[in-house]
Structures are given as structure tokens and as C-alpha cells.
Nanobody
Framework: QLQLVESGVGLVQPGGSLRLSCAAS????????IGWFRQAPGKEREGVSC????????NYADSVKGRFTISRDNAKNTAYLQMNSLKPEDTAIYYC???????????????????WGQGTQVTVSS
């Protein structure tokens, strides 16, 4: 079983930056695509970004394009989400998820992911 743990919880002012980490254990992350999702109070969970198993393919929600950057370090069994120019509407619980894939692609759909972290709170407020 693959276990995922997010870290990087924080309170950030608008315009600030925060990096989230997703550390995997139990098995290697290198065979899996990684997705970042978020859920704000009263809203449905939405896809933020994803990265393929070798990092050759990435995808971003329109709302975060140009501000967020997803990356991974398979040697460290860890994925990251660098968030810049944060806005109050970015406030949410952020989850990382993983799914084993055969090719170098990733999906923006949460139902395609098998393993999930517990989530970490990100609050953007002055």
C-alpha cells in the first residue's frame, strides 16, 4: 500500500507563497502519477494540478496557471506544489493523490486516483 502525507500547512497573506510537499511511503512513487486537489468549505473538491510518473507531463487548472508549479523528486519519493501569488480564494484543504500508470501521463479527475493523503489546510488571509 502507498501512504501519502502532505505537509506545508500555513497561514499566508495574499500575494505570498507556500510550498506543499507530498511524501510517499510503502512503495516507490516513481510508477505513479500525482495529483493535487483542493476543497474549500461548502464547495466540491477540484483538481489543481497533476504530474506524470516521470514528470514529462503536467496539467494545471485555469485558476492556478502561472501561479502554481507542480514538481516531483522520485529519488526522494516526494512531490511538491509551489504556490505563488496566493489569493484568498486559494484557501482550502489541499490533498495529494497517486495512481499507478503505465505511461507518462496524468489525469485531472479525482476518481482516477487510488491513494490519498489526509490533506493539509492552506489559508490565505490578511
Amino acid at each position: 500500500q502507498l501512504q501519502l502525507v502532505e505537509s506545508g500547512v500555513g497561514l499566508v497573506q495574499p500575494g505570498g507563497s507556500l510550498r506543499l510537499s507530498c511524501a510517499a511511503s510503502g512503495r516507490t512513487l516513481g510508477y505513479s502519477a500525482i495529483g493535487w486537489f483542493r476543497q474549500a468549505p461548502g464547495k466540491e473538491r477540484e483538481g489543481v494540478s497533476c504530474i506524470s510518473r516521470r514528470g514529462g507531463s503536467t496539467n494545471y487548472a485555469d485558476s492556478v496557471k502561472g501561479r502554481f508549479t507542480i514538481s516531483r523528486d522520485n529519488a526522494k519519493n516526494t512531490a511538491y506544489l509551489q504556490m505563488n501569488s496566493l489569493k484568498p480564494e486559494d484557501t482550502a484543504i489541499y490533498y495529494c493523490a497517486a495512481v499507478r500508470t503505465l505511461g507518462d501521463y496524468c489525469s485531472a479527475h479525482d476518481y482516477e486516483y487510488d491513494f490519498w493523503g489526509q490533506g493539509t489546510q492552506v489559508t490565505v488571509s490578511s
